[in-house]
């Protein structure tokens, strides 16, 4: 026999239809958001973990490594290929380094898009047409001004990658449960407005009559 009520785990946040993974996009991103790439995932969290250990307890900044790493690849390819001609070995396998000029005008068109629009909404904000958009933008400012006070960029990087790589496998994984327990909580939050809206009313009402009774006194 079925029931027309629908539980609460029958409902999802903010009435969405779509699934987590296509929230994200249902591509190459979102596999390894949702560890559905493991070996992936597991290595991107490496690879920052250990460049974050380089960074932060080595002393090297981003330039000084950069300029490390570069000089060992081009010394090493150098000597390698001097061997190789010298002893009549094969040079080593380099790809083709080449950029071409469609992949370039891609990228030129995507960066040209991105920057113009944010063109756009920064005069929009200036000229004040967008006081929603800049209340976002200052509030998001302001709280990434008050984390940068408490760590630094990379160690902040490393903290959201790890947040980016958890919550929403967490999330997907107990999808039911915590749709459940915030729907409630946020039915019981609205309830608790309501009846605390109702008692300021019944409390300005009351106060209200007693001013009338003391300037009917009067």
Known sequence: MSSSSSSPSDYRLFNRQRTVHQILGGGLAADVILWRRKNLTVGILT??????????????????LVSSVLFLLFSILFLWSKSASILNRPAPPLPSLYLPEETANEAAVFIRD???????????????????????????????????????????????????????VLYERYENNIDTYVLLGSGNLKQF????????????GTRLGNWDIVITMF
């Open 114 to 168: 991105r920057i113009n629009g944010l063109l756009s909404v920064s005069e929009d904000i200036a000229l004040g047409k967008a006081p929603q958009m800049f209340i976002k933008v200052a509030a998001s400012l302001l709280l990434i001004s008050i984390i940068g006070g408490f760590t630094d960029f990379l160690t902040l990087g490393y903290t959201s990658l790890v947040i980016i790589l958890t919550v929403p």
């Open 193 to 204: 407005y309501m009846k605390l809206e109702v008692d300021l009313i019944v409390f300005n």
């Open 47 to 64: 690879v920052t973990l250990a460049a974050w250990v380089v960074f932060e307890r080595s002393g090297y900044t981003l330039l000084s």
